[in-house]
């Protein structure tokens, strides 16, 4: 018990919120954060057998051409470091020896469509869900409540009942393979994070509480371990009272960094 967190923020093809993921890693007690372009992965500059926090940020993968991180998700299943060892069988390792994953709104895209992320029934690297345009047509760039579900096994969301942190997104809609899946996710209690109404606290499809018309209000996923979680709110974007858009005002909530904090007190007790 007690180990070293080593933290790896992973960034590079139009990803741009890096500095702030490795900014909340540190604060929040990481041991050692390293920020590596994903040519440093396939060069070996940084393996990631080294760390035990994995953080995909959001961003824009190559101009969200093809679909958010669909071009990226094909590098990552058919890419290989210069040992020859494959990516994937990299991140597999990385799961198996008990790391922890985050992957924030470009970086949820990521998890999803490399089937990371929901993995029902243990199928890792099966694509079970997507994630599509907004139902707005539009960009959606606002703050919005989040009701945390306290039932799932999700280890980041644990202690925590709401969060209120930005929205930046313009394909952010969960799109389940088929209507089995959003069952499934439900019954698993495999979504942590929903849209909440602000006045209520009750979940929520109506616009622009829920900023992407994603049913059930789903605003974040984690696998049946809870030690994959991917989000398409910003929680690094809230890392100082002053980031609330009305702390003028007095107004403040927890810091969306909390979830990073959850998964290093995590890591320190567990690993």
């Not at 590098?75 to 069988?89: F, K, M, Q, V, Y």
């Not at 470009?106 to 907004?134: C, I, M, T, W």
């Amino acid at each position: 018990m007690g180990s070293a967190v080593n933290t790896l923020v992973i960034t590079g093809h139009g990803t741009n919120c890096e500095e702030e993921c490795a900014f909340a890693a540190r604060k929040c007690g990481a041991d050692t954060t390293d920020i590596a372009h994903f040519a440093d992965i396939i060069a070996g500059r940084n393996r990631l057998s080294e760390y035990n926090f994995l953080i995909f940020p959001g961003g824009f993968l190559d101009g969200d051409d093809l679909g958010a991180a669909q071009a990226a998700s094909m590098r990552w299943r058919h890419s290989s470091d210069a040992a020859g060892i494959p990516l994937l069988t990299q991140l597999k390792t990385f799961l198996d020896s008990g790391g922890l994953i985050l992957g924030i709104c470009n970086g949820f895209q990521l998890l999803v469509k490399l089937g990371l992320l929901p993995a029902l029934n243990d199928a890792y690297f099966e694509r079970q869900v997507s994630l599509g345009h907004n139902d707005s047509a539009r960009y959606e760039d606002r703050w919005c409540h989040l009701a945390v579900n306290t039932k799932s096994p999700c280890i980041f969301t644990k202690g925590i009942t709401e969060l209120y942190i930005p929205v930046r997104h313009g394909e952010g809609k969960l799109i389940p393979k088929n209507a089995g899946v959003l069952q499934a996710l439900t019954e698993k209690q495999l979504i942590p994070l929903q849209y909440a109404h602000p006045e209520t606290g009750e979940v929520t499809m109506e616009y622009p509480y829920n900023p992407n018309g994603s049913p059930l209000g789903i605003a974040g996923l984690c696998d049946p371990s809870g030690r994959i979680l991917g989000l398409m709110p910003h929680p690094e974007a809230y890392n100082h009272p002053t980031n609330h858009p009305r702390w003028t005002h007095g107004e403040n909530a927890a810091l969306g960094i909390v979830l990073f904090e959850n998964a290093i007190t995590y890591l320190k007790q567990n690993i």
